[in-house]
């Protein structure tokens, strides 16, 4: 006879049973393996090394199918293995023969297929059919294409065979150099035959599988720069599942060194079929990032910010060449962007969830946050280090993976960090890049795999992306309407303000969006002005890379006539030139965007001057009568990215903090950006969306908040057990009437009968509780309180 102890634990054994095999019904599928990434490239050979790579990477091994060595070359799928076991065997059951193989029997009937052509000097990979019918291979080695020679151990095969070298003296000298080596004697003998009847070539032993060591002159010197870098000037890459593709596009722009209008490199623009590329790399990517721990993503961070640090003098001296800033200027972007990473490494405590236990009786409810998917990413020019770096950290310490747009202006800082992001750990697809201007903004605005979109750029673009974009229900976080105003009282510290206008009117040329570029005197402007101008004046304009250079050229020609237009807008309606910077020449880089720091007063709102964002490097001064008039004036322009006021008033400081509609103020300071513990914020034009940049809205916009509410009653064991299901187990009663079972107190606790009767325990005041009996009849509970 079995005890009700007995049954308890077959019953939970049983359960336990379920649920492993329900777990193990929920397994995920096999992960899809991807194709290579589309690309152009110098030579064949690139090509198909760039192939068998991406495809080893993924689990499976690429053949050469057809090859015409000038033209066009054909890559499959070779899946590896012995050829098929063409004898029959019988089944006994039906007398039927059956074909059987072997466990790594040679399938040819993959449809994967990729094909590379030559175009116009150039080798270009485009993809056929991306498709398996197979599982990846969890051990590479244990393909057949492992264990081929390369092309240098053949030639070496030859030359010791020629010698009188026998095939084991022959392996043996081979792993001396490669001890990776798993190819045999039968596949030497294989290649001494081969050679003989010379029906075969070099060539066609040539392997697909990685060179893991190189030593000595077994391999052929080849360069580990890839095409993009070697040509000149370079084109930048796609980021695409972890590997860095020159774009099979033949629309590019050119990127220009504003100084010396030498071009840097060339942007190609992202194909469609490349853009869908990479949506696939981060869609496949997400699953396993999303429940990779928190504390792995923020190693990674941490690396990442220890790599940035290494390589400071690179990132800086890249943007300094691609958009003009001084060097100085430029550092100080990076440490900003720093500060973001820094924040993003303390993931773990900035995205935990609430906890409220016992809301209704035996209740609880809890609030998780889990990353949506794939982000997106669409960067401006001014920053191109900082702006890139508020955006993917965030995100990917959130648990999403991201698709990062570049400005086509700068994007050499977006792929340095790339680069660095993949050496610090950050895994395949997690963060990828693509390129382009308006047809690839839309297609980000458009894919509906894209989630959420943080974008900086100018006013009308922000517009228009805001507009398309949350037509499609993403995410929107939106700054823009970079321009900035500056309330002067009569009793501010004269010095003190001088400094503060000084550097947040013309440092960085005025491309920043925090930049001041319009004063407001309260009282009267003249005494201001002349300081104004005689500091001006002290500046020195010149190319980024010179050591001595306070302010750099502008981003473009295009962008230096836009400044000039306004200023004579201004001129044209009545405002006085104070300062006049526009036909500044620089010795040595005479063709260079250079604008000199500008002043004009008598400003009126009604100008195009103050009502556009002018993004250089140019003050506009104003007279008013009252703060209020003042605060009347900047509030009614359409843009409130920020403002701040010089004054010794608390009064009047307390009235410009409350009354003022910006994100960002400042009180006898200018408008700066807040450290990455708060957000970035902006009003009216200046941003577009309901969660900025950083702080904790940064984290809360790349998270969707789940709630769970749980309850865990106490359930009468020996009737049975809840399964996870939602079904009840029933367990079997014993044959005596009733059991008892012995208590800590030393009291005895009656358990239910299988007669159906009632089931009483002894409460802990001697009163009793009554359950539920197995027969369905009501509950009762007589439990008397103690006073």
Same mark, same amino acid.
């Given at each position: 006879?079995?005890?009700?102890?007995? @049954?308890?634990? @077959?019953?939970?054994?049983?359960?336990?049973?379920?649920?492993?095999?329900?777990?193990?019904?929920?397994?995920?599928?096999?992960?899809?393996? /991807?194709?290579?990434?589309?690309?152009?490239?110098?030579?064949?050979?690139?090509?198909?090394?760039?192939?068998?790579?991406?495809?080893?990477?993924?689990?499976?091994?690429?053949?050469?199918?057809?090859?015409?060595?000038?033209?066009?070359?054909?890559?499959?799928?070779?899946?590896?293995?012995?050829?098929?076991?063409?004898?029959?065997?019988?089944?006994?059951?039906?007398?039927?023969?059956?074909?059987?193989?072997?466990? *790594?029997?040679?399938? %040819?009937?993959?449809?994967?297929?990729?094909?590379?052509?030559?175009?116009?000097?150039?080798?270009?990979?485009?993809?056929?059919?991306?498709? !398996?019918? !197979?599982?990846?291979?969890?051990?590479?080695?244990?393909?057949?294409?492992?264990?081929?020679? %390369?092309?240098?151990?053949?030639?070496?095969?030859?030359? $010791?065979?020629?010698?009188?070298?026998?095939?084991?003296?022959?392996?043996?000298?081979?792993?001396?150099?490669?001890?990776?080596?798993?190819?045999?004697?039968? !596949?030497?003998?294989?290649?001494?035959?081969?050679?003989? +009847?010379?029906?075969? %070539?070099?060539?066609? &032993?040539?392997?697909?599988? #990685?060179?893991?060591?190189?030593?000595?002159?077994?391999?052929?010197?080849?360069?580990?720069? #890839?095409?993009?870098?070697?040509?000149?000037?370079?084109?930048?890459?796609?980021?695409?599942?972890?590997? &860095?593709?020159?774009?099979?596009?033949?629309?590019?722009?050119?990127?220009?060194?504003?100084?010396?209008? +030498?071009?840097?490199?060339?942007? #190609?623009?992202?194909?469609?079929?490349?853009?869908?590329?990479?949506?696939?790399?981060?869609?496949?990517?997400?699953?396993?990032?999303?429940?990779?721990?928190?504390?792995?993503?923020?190693?990674?961070?941490?690396?990442?910010?220890?790599?940035?640090?290494?390589?400071?003098?690179?990132?800086?001296?890249?943007?300094?060449?691609?958009?003009?800033?001084?060097?100085?200027?430029?550092?100080?972007?990076?440490?900003?962007?720093?500060?973001?990473?820094?924040?993003?490494?303390?993931?773990?405590?900035? +995205?935990?969830?609430?906890?409220?236990?016992?809301?209704?009786?035996?209740?609880?409810?809890?609030?998780?946050?889990?990353?949506?998917?794939?982000?997106?990413?669409?960067?401006?020019?001014?920053?191109?280090?900082?702006?890139?770096? @508020? $955006?993917?950290?965030?995100?990917?310490?959130?648990?999403?993976?991201?698709?990062?747009?570049?400005?086509?202006?700068?994007?050499?800082?977006?792929?340095?960090?790339?680069?660095?992001?993949?050496?610090?750990?950050?895994?395949?697809?997690?963060?990828?890049?693509?390129?382009?201007?308006?047809?690839?903004?839309?297609?980000?605005?458009?894919?509906?795999?894209?989630?959420?979109?943080?974008?900086?750029?100018?006013?009308?673009?922000?517009?228009?992306?805001?507009?398309?974009?949350?037509?499609?229900?993403?995410?929107?976080?939106?700054?823009?309407?970079?321009?900035?105003?500056?309330?002067?009282?009569?009793?501010?510290?004269?010095?003190?303000? /001088?400094?503060?206008?000084?550097?947040? *009117?013309? =440092?960085?040329?005025?491309?920043?969006?925090?930049?001041?570029?319009?004063?407001?005197?309260?009282? =009267?402007?003249?005494?201001?002005?002349?300081?104004?101008?005689?500091?001006?004046?002290?500046?020195?304009?010149?190319?980024?890379?010179?050591?001595?250079?306070?302010?750099?050229?502008?981003?473009?020609?295009?962008?230096?006539?836009?400044?000039?237009?306004?200023?004579?807008?201004?001129?044209?309606?009545?405002?006085?030139?104070?300062?006049?910077?526009?036909?500044?020449?620089?010795?040595?880089?005479?063709?260079?965007?250079?604008? =000199?720091? %500008?002043?004009?007063?008598?400003?009126?709102?009604?100008?195009?001057?103050?009502?556009?964002?002018?993004?250089?490097?140019?003050?506009?001064?104003?007279?008013?009568?009252?703060?209020?008039?003042?605060?009347?004036?900047?509030?009614?322009?359409?843009?409130?990215?920020?403002?701040?006021?010089?004054?010794?008033?608390?009064?009047?400081?307390?009235?410009?903090?409350?009354?003022?509609?910006?994100?960002?103020?400042?009180?006898?300071?200018?408008?700066?950006? #807040?450290?990455?513990?708060?957000?970035?914020?902006?009003?009216?034009?200046?941003?577009? =969306?309901?969660?900025?940049?950083?702080?904790?809205?940064?984290?809360?916009?790349?998270?969707?908040?789940?709630?769970?509410? +749980?309850?865990?009653?106490?359930?009468?064991?020996?009737?049975? $057990?809840?399964?996870?299901?939602?079904?009840?187990?029933?367990?079997?009663?014993?044959?005596?009437?009733?059991?008892?079972?012995?208590?800590?107190?030393?009291?005895?606790?009656?358990?239910?009968?299988?007669?159906?009767?009632?089931?009483?325990?002894?409460?802990?005041?001697?009163?009793?509780?009554?359950?539920?009996?197995?027969?369905?009849?009501?509950?009762?509970?007589?439990?008397?309180?103690?006073?």
């Amino acid at each position: 006879m079995c005890t009700q102890q007995n @049954w308890w634990e @077959w019953g939970l054994s049983f359960t336990l049973g379920l649920m492993e095999i329900q777990d193990y019904s929920g397994l995920p599928e096999t992960p899809q393996m /991807l194709p290579p990434p589309p690309g152009s490239f110098i030579d064949r050979e690139e090509l198909i090394q760039h192939v068998g790579e991406f495809a080893i990477s993924q689990g499976y091994v690429v053949t050469i199918k057809q090859s015409k060595k000038e033209r066009v070359v054909i890559l499959g799928c070779d899946r590896g293995g012995v050829y098929r076991n063409r004898r029959k065997s019988v089944d006994e059951a039906s007398g039927e023969h059956i074909r059987k193989r072997k466990t *790594g029997s040679r399938l %040819t009937n993959c449809p994967f297929e990729c094909v590379g052509k030559k175009d116009d000097g150039l080798w270009v990979l485009s993809i056929k059919n991306g498709s !398996h019918n !197979h599982e990846p291979l969890t051990d590479i080695s244990e393909h057949p294409a492992a264990r081929r020679f %390369t092309e240098t151990e053949v030639l070496l095969v030859k030359e $010791m065979t020629e010698a009188g070298l026998k095939p084991r003296q022959i392996l043996k000298r081979l792993r001396q150099s490669n001890p990776e080596l798993l190819s045999t004697p039968k !596949h030497v003998y294989n290649i001494k035959a081969k050679l003989r +009847q010379g029906n075969i %070539t070099v060539k066609r &032993f040539k392997t697909l599988r #990685p060179q893991t060591s190189a030593v000595g002159n077994l391999h052929l010197p080849s360069t580990s720069e #890839p095409s993009w870098r070697q040509r000149y000037p370079p084109r930048v890459p796609n980021l695409i599942g972890g590997r &860095f593709v020159d774009s099979q596009s033949s629309a590019s722009v050119d990127v220009i060194n504003p100084a010396t209008q +030498q071009v840097v490199s060339q942007v #190609p623009f992202t194909t469609t079929e490349e853009f869908k590329a990479a949506i696939f790399a981060a869609k496949r990517a997400f699953p396993s990032w999303r429940n990779t721990l928190v504390t792995t993503r923020q190693r990674i961070m941490f690396k990442l910010q220890e790599l940035i640090r290494r390589d400071i003098d690179k990132l800086a001296f890249n943007i300094t060449s691609e958009q003009g800033k001084t060097l100085k200027d430029a550092y100080s972007e990076v440490l900003r962007g720093l500060e973001v990473l820094e924040h993003a490494c303390g993931m773990a405590g900035l +995205q935990v969830g609430e906890f409220a236990s016992n809301i209704p009786n035996g209740i609880d409810t809890y609030s998780i946050r889990e990353p949506l998917g794939v982000c997106a990413g669409i960067c401006s020019f001014n920053f191109p280090a900082m702006i890139p770096l @508020w $955006m993917f950290p965030f995100a990917v310490a959130c648990g999403n993976t991201f698709i990062l747009k570049p400005s086509e202006k700068a994007p050499g800082p977006c792929i340095i960090l790339a680069e660095l992001a993949l050496e610090a750990g950050l895994p395949n697809g997690v963060l990828n890049i693509v390129h382009g201007t308006n047809e690839i903004m839309n297609a980000i605005c458009d894919e509906d795999d894209i989630k959420a979109i943080s974008f900086a750029d100018s006013d009308k673009a922000s517009r228009y992306l805001y507009t398309r974009a949350s037509a499609n229900g993403k995410r929107i976080q939106s700054n823009s309407g970079a321009k900035s105003s500056a309330i002067v009282m009569p009793d501010a510290n004269m010095d003190t303000t /001088l400094n503060a206008l000084f550097a947040a *009117g013309f =440092g960085a040329a005025g491309q920043r969006c925090m930049a001041i570029n319009t004063v407001l005197f309260v009282g =009267g402007s003249n005494s201001w002005e002349d300081k104004l101008v005689e500091r001006a004046k002290s500046l020195k304009i010149n190319a980024g890379t010179e050591p001595d250079a306070d302010l750099g050229p502008m981003i473009s020609k295009q962008a230096k006539e836009h400044i000039c237009r306004l200023i004579q807008n201004g001129i044209d309606n009545g405002a006085t030139l104070a300062l006049d910077g526009r036909n500044i020449v620089v010795p040595r880089y005479e063709l260079g965007n250079f604008v =000199g720091p %500008t002043i004009l007063s008598d400003i009126r709102e009604d100008m195009e001057c103050y009502k556009e964002q002018i993004f250089g490097p140019v003050l506009l001064c104003m007279e008013v009568d009252s703060l209020d008039d003042a605060l009347n004036i900047v509030n009614r322009n359409k843009c409130g990215n920020g403002a701040s006021i010089f004054t010794a008033s608390i009064a009047a400081a307390r009235k410009f903090q409350t009354e003022i509609v910006a994100g960002q103020v400042g009180i006898n300071v200018p408008v700066a950006a #807040p450290l990455p513990f708060f957000s970035f914020t902006g009003s009216k034009a200046s941003f577009a =969306g309901d969660l900025n940049f950083s702080g904790k809205a940064g984290v809360e916009f790349y998270t969707q908040v789940k709630t769970v509410t +749980q309850q865990w009653k106490d359930f009468d064991i020996s009737n049975g $057990m809840c399964l996870e299901n939602g079904g009840f187990l029933e367990f079997p009663n014993s044959y005596e009437p009733q059991q008892t079972l012995p208590t800590s107190d030393g009291s005895e606790q009656t358990l239910a009968n299988s007669d159906g009767s009632q089931q009483s325990l002894p409460t802990s005041d001697g009163s009793q509780q009554t359950f539920p009996n197995s027969n369905g009849s009501q509950q009762m509970q007589n439990a008397q309180l103690s006073s």
